[in-house]
């Protein structure tokens, strides 16, 4: 079946503490991306992928990272996670700019 | 600045009503319009994307138009379900090559019996 993978689903974790949501998709896409969604703000975006070992950032990149070692995954990493990072994140995988996107089910993520 | 602006807002509608979307957008250069829909808690799922050259598209029950002089799309449900109720989000992407997306806020619909 064709998917994108998020783990975890839900998260709480302290201000500081490191910490990597992961994503992988099984489409073979080559475009991926990182999305944040909070109440009344819509999906924001905060990396892209355009394929292996080239990412670029999108309009929230700030206390985020990510890498593309492999084509079919994409980890966000929070190196020191604060309050305002609580949020919905969902990673979304497709074959081009152009073409539809599939998303992940989603990511919960509290900083407290 | 691209924008992406959804109205309305929210909707309520009876169960086998029909219902329009409305959606406007500003982004430059256009290169395709999409449609999402978001059950609460989950992720978006597409419904439709069309590019300029499109006026119209359908999926089952969901028809979007696209109206590029106007800088305008609608998404029209026609016999609406109770598992219609959702959020219904507008994207409109610009560019070559990669393209920047713009996400509107949604509609958030409710179906009710």
């Known amino acids: 079946e064709a998917q994108v993978t998020q783990n975890p689903r839900y998260l709480i974790t302290v201000t500081g503490k490191k910490l990597t949501v992961t994503c992988s998709q099984n489409?073979?896409?080559?475009?991926m991306s990182w999305y944040r969604q909070d109440p009344g703000l819509g999906l924001r975006q905060i990396y892209y992928s355009m394929n292996v070992e080239v990412t670029d950032k999108g309009d929230v990149p700030e206390g985020y990272k990510v890498s593309r070692k492999e084509k079919r995954n994409f980890p966000l990493i929070l190196e020191s996670p604060s309050p305002n990072q609580t949020s919905l994140y969902f990673c979304a995988s497709s074959f081009t700019g152009a073409t539809e996107a599939f998303f992940g089910q989603g990511t919960r993520l509290t900083v407290v | 600045k691209n924008q992406v602006e959804q109205s309305p807002q929210s909707l309520i509608i009876l169960e086998g009503k029909n219902c329009t979307l409305q959606c406007n957008y500003t982004v430059s250069p256009f290169s395709n319009l999409r449609w999402y829909k978001q059950d609460t808690g989950r992720g978006p799922v597409s419904l439709t994307i069309m590019t300029f050259s499109e006026n119209t598209k359908s999926n089952g029950r969901y028809t979007a138009t696209l109206d590029a002089d106007t800088k305008q799309s609608s998404l029209h449900i026609t016999a609406s379900q109770l598992s219609d109720s959702a959020s219904y989000i507008c994207v409109a992407s610009a560019g070559r090559g990669y393209q920047k997306v713009t996400f509107g806020t949604g509609t958030k619909l409710q179906v009710i019996p």
């Open positions: 489409m073979n896409h080559e475009y």
